[in-house]
């Protein structure tokens, strides 16, 4: 066989098989930065969620202490910021707000047995407890599947194409709170291992 | 024991690799074999079924591959939409275990699945196994034992284990692993004659290879040598492929195949432990439960026994401490799992102080059970008497059969006729009631009773009558793939001699 013939043919064959490889790793980080979108979405619904059962709290609350002015507004702003948060990064400052928002006013609600005592009060804080642990979790899973992706776009050789697609590493999803905030441990044994 | 420190994604990666390379050895192993069972379907069709030219031979081989592969496919369907119910479980009853669903709904979320359907079963063992063919029509299933005697961190350890099954995909390739394995193979009695004769005379094995080589070398001459012989070639070449490779695959296929399907299972095992550890982040409860689901704890669910080989790679807990279970274990040993899960995290005692268990859900989930219960009890007897009926069914119409024969080959018409009627009903009652007892569908023997049922006495005679040690051999084997031997001996290697006759004793006891 000629020579130059096998020659051309490999150089195709190479340049063929990049271009094969090339269009599989676009795919493939394009399908994990919507997989990334939807996990998102996943924990952004259990954000509004939360934001949408912390004025019951803070209602069940107000019926009670109602000279908590100061509480019961905060409440209110750092719910706003939630719902008005549409990234990861405004969202992790505004549910890190009311976060410490909502432990403050469990925190008040401390002092007030019939409170405490009172089903509606009971029932919302459970529910909040599964909300907190549904938040925990969906947040595992946004993290594990930015995990994937980040190791896409960081490690060689997908990096290559990740470069060129002009796509950076997303920010994990962090939900440490703040040393001041009062620790709020709930009835249930596993939501207090959700909260943390 | 101790394990090498390593984290739950190290160990995640590793079972992926293990698993890929089991599957590559599994399939390159199952090419001959199926060479050679469609070589041998062929052949069975080309002599009973279509006899003629070499134009009859080829559909015969054609319709040997599609009658294969239809069934494999019809098998992997059916095992893989099996669904939980068969095995006697029940959904948990409304109102109750409100606390369990919603953590399975949190994992699950964790886990980025939809939340799968919780079932219920009655069992004294604790276990818990994952159904479904898909994500979206997956099953978890826990045992009424396993409720009672774990806490919450063990149950969300056993949880997470069973949502890592149903993401990773491990019922679908478990199942389809194992329909491929079930159906795949020799009808039992013919492997047993072939391995025995093998065994008994090594020289007639030698004789088969020189045949085989000589087949070969003429199909090579002729081809080289005249070009109007290459189509023979094609002919013949896949087919010595099939006989020369296959038939020493397909001889040790059962033991090799099996053992392949346990080590794919244990590679999926470790898999799904690490993964679940990966979503709870709590090692240590997923051991402890381990640590209470260790041997010898408490009897096994009979539902769950009944399916045995069928469910046994579902189960987070192997089901059998048996000898087969040491053979071709479907689990790795549990001290070795507990031991890969201690080195994930803080070692803290094992087990775990006992906590308080999901109570609530225990009284609820039995009432459910007990008025459950009656529907469930299988009813010792009606397999036998059923198969009775369908025998008496089939052997009616094949008598008919033998009829509508007579007056073509008088003589195959009255053998036909005179040997109907008890081998069909053996043949049926048998199939029927390994069936009823295993809940698999036992299928050859009725193949075997509809496509060979009238050659039996010209196969002998010709075999008498023919020249070669070949045409004996070949009546042998027909003569014991006849529905009577082939069905007690497929009945008796399935379900066991023992069994059937208590069924029969049950029977005749009334119960």
Known sequence: MNPAIVFVAAVGLLIAGAVLWGLFTYNALVRGGLQADEAWSTVAVQLKRR?????????????????????????????????????????????????????????????????????????????????????????????????????????????????????????????????????????????????S | MTARRVSAYGRIEENRRATRLLLVAFAVLLV???????????????????????????????????LLAGLICWRVLRVRNALPETLGAIPLPDGSGEALTRRLANLALGAGLPTPRLLILKDPGAN???CGPDPERASVVLTSGLIETLGPRELDGVLAHELAHIANGDIRLNSTVAAILATARLPTPVYWVILFGAAMSLASLGEIVDLWRAGLQTALNESATTGEAAPARWIVLPYLFGIGVGLPATLVWPAAGRWLQAAIARRREHLADAEAVRLTRDPMGLASALTRMAPGRGPRAAGLRRHGAAVAHLCIAPLEWGLAERLFPTHPPIDRRIALLKGMGAPEPLPLPSEAPAAELVAPARAALQSAQASLTPRAGTGLVTGFLVGWGVCTALFALGLGRLSAEPAAGVAALAMRTPFGFAGAAAAYAALRVRRRFYWWPIIVMFVMGPYLPVSIASGVRGAGPGAVTLAYLAALTEPLAGAALGAFASVGFAELTARAYRVSRGR
């Not at chain 1, 707000?97 to 432990?103: K, P, S, T």
């Not at chain 1, 992706?149 to 440490?176: C, H, Q, Y």
């Open chain 2, 32 to 66: 001959p074999v199926l060479a050679f069972l469609t070589a041998y379907l062929g052949v069975w069709l080309a002599m009973y079924v279509l006899p003629g030219p070499i134009a009859t031979w080829l559909t015969a081989q054609a319709l040997a591959v599609s």
């Open chain 2, 128 to 130: 818990a196994l994952a």
């Open chain 1, 51 to 195: 934001a949408a059962l912390v004025p019951n709290l803070a209602e069940s609350v107000g019926a009670y202490a109602a000279h908590e002015r100061d509480t019961l507004t905060e409440i209110a702003r750092a719910r706003r910021g939630l719902e008005a948060a549409d990234s990861a990064p405004a969202a992790e400052e505004a549910n890190a707000a009311l976060g410490r928002a909502v432990g403050r006013l469990l925190a008040v609600a401390e002092s007030y047995p019939d409170l405490k005592a009172s089903a509606n009060f009971i029932a919302l804080q459970k529910e909040l407890a599964d909300l907190e642990e549904k938040i925990a979790f969906a947040r595992q899973f946004y993290n594990s599947t930015v995990l994937e992706l980040n190791g896409r776009i960081e490690t060689l050789p997908s990096s290559m194409v990740a470069t060129m697609m002009n796509l950076k590493a997303r920010r994990f999803f962090e939900m440490d709170e703040p040393a001041d905030t009062p620790r709020v441990r709930f009835a249930q044994g596993a939501a207090g291992a959700a909260v």
